[in-house]
Every structure is written in C-alpha cells, then in structure tokens.
C-alpha cells in the first residue's frame, strides 16, 4: 500500500499485509505509549476483524479496506466521540465518491454506509482510557468497507454487500477518505455536515424500530440534529436519540 504519496493530512500511516484488527493493533501501541501523533493503520487482511456490538467483522485479503485512525486527546481537551464517528461516515462516503462516481451511497444512522439496501461499510470507534488521569487519552476510528467480495462464509459474521465489481485502487480510495476526514474534522463540533448526513440518510420519513439501552422505541425518522442524534416522532411526542442500533426499517 502507498497512501503517503498524495496525503494531505498530518497522519503517521503504517500498512500491513495481514494483521488481527487495526483496532486492536493501535491499542496495543497506546497501551505501550507508542502514539502521540495522529495515525492510521491499514491492512490488506485482518484475521480477527470485529464490528460494533462483539461482532465478527469478515476481512478477506485485497477485498476489502481495513484501517484504523488513531487521534489522541488532550488533557483537557473536550471532544465528542459520537459526532467525530458520524462525520467520518460522510467523510468515508466523500471519499468513496471520487473513485465511484455513480454509486448511490446511503447511510444507516448511526454510521453504517449502504448500496442498494445493502451493508457495504461500518465503522466501530473506541476510545482508551488514561486509568490514572481518568480522561480518554485516545480515539480509535476503525473503518471496513467491503470492495468487492460476494463470497461471504456462512459462519463468518454478518454477510454485507460489495460496492461493485469494478476494481479501483485501493490506495486512492484510502487517501481520499483520510483527506476529506481532515478537511471536516477542524470544525466538526459545529456538525455542519449533518446536512449532507441527512440527504444521504435512508431512514427519513421512514417507519424504524430503534434498540435502545431504554429497550425498543418504534416511530417515523423526521430529522437528524446538529450533533448527531437522530429525531424520531412516535405518534403522540417527538423523541431525539443518542444512540442505538435501527434493528427494522419499513421501506
Ligand atoms: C460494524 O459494522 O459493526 C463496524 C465494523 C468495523 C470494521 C473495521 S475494519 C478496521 C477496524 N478493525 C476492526 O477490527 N474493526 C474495524
């Protein structure tokens, strides 16, 4: 992999061939202190890619994009992991559009992207903690997109969707989405690019049932605000949600 060439955003970028997870693999590094830039991780392979929610992430060799942005938090700095994920699902899309000019992107709140009502992409942060500072000391943005596999093992994970049968370069497609993650990313607390999230949102005006820690909520998507949380009417009141899972979607 070659991303340096064309990067325009400040990331240390280390590539491998096959690694467990990028995720994890940029824990280990926080964990032994090894990070104090913004950094990316990218693998052609992962044998032990994981998804939100424990799930099995499936990440075959050259199918696939697997990386992971690793950006350090401040003392004191204040941040939202939250709305730092869902811009990176419109960043992602940005990026996916300059090598795939024609596909329709969707996205499924909270951050999966989709292709013809399918899964091609999902995102899973996490943050790690400074157990003596009590305070976040990193975030960890990993990102799967599904390329172009059709051959999902049965028992591996959750199926998802290939964008297309062309082939693009992979490279690019890496870059790009790393570039336009920083052309948002300064003024990301201002959750301007909600607009666009909700343009290319599939659940508006749709029916959804929401698994919440509340338990399930049932009503019709109506918006999303400027911090990302989803608003839902269900029949008698308006509702805003943090977060959740959109486990049915009447279309
Ligand atoms: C989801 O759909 O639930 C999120 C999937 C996130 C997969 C990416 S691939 C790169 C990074 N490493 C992992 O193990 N997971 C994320």
Do not use: C
């Not at 280990?28 to 950094?39: R, T």
């Not at 338990?215 to 839902?232: A, E, N, S």
């Amino acid at each position: 992999l070659l991303i340096q060439k064309n990067l325009h955003a400040p990331f240390d970028v280390q590539t491998f061939n096959e690694v467990d997870s990028t995720n994890t693999y940029a824990k280990k590094l926080l964990s032994q202190n090894k990070i104090s830039d913004p950094m990316v991780i990218v693998a052609d392979k992962q044998t032990a890619g994981h998804g939100r929610r424990g799930r099995e992430f499936y990440s075959p060799k050259d199918t696939g994009i697997y990386m992971s942005m690793v950006l350090p938090i401040k003392d004191n700095e204040v941040f939202d992991g939250g709305l730092i994920t869902t811009m990176t699902a419109v960043a992602t899309v940005h990026g996916l559009k300059q090598s795939y000019p024609n596909v329709n992107f969707q996205l499924k709140w909270v951050n999966d992207i989709y292709v013809n009502n399918k899964k091609v992409s999902g995102i899973l942060t996490e943050s790690v903690m400074d157990v003596e500072l009590m305070h976040p000391s990193a975030l960890i943005i990993g990102i799967g997109i599904n390329l172009n596999s059709n051959h999902f093992p049965k028992n591996m994970g959750r199926p998802i969707g290939a964008i297309s049968d062309n082939k693009v370069d992979k490279n690019k497609v890496v870059t790009d989405i790393l570039n336009e993650f920083y052309k948002l990313y300064p003024n990301y607390q201002k959750g301007e690019f909600m607009d666009e999230y909700r343009d290319l949102s599939m659940l508006i005006n749709h029916q959804v049932q929401i698994e919440t820690h509340r338990g399930l909520i049932t009503g019709k998507v109506v918006d999303f605000d400027h911090h990302g949380r989803l608003i839902l009417d269900d029949g008698n009141e308006t509702k805003s949600i943090m977060t959740g899972e959109v486990v049915k979607v009447h279309f």
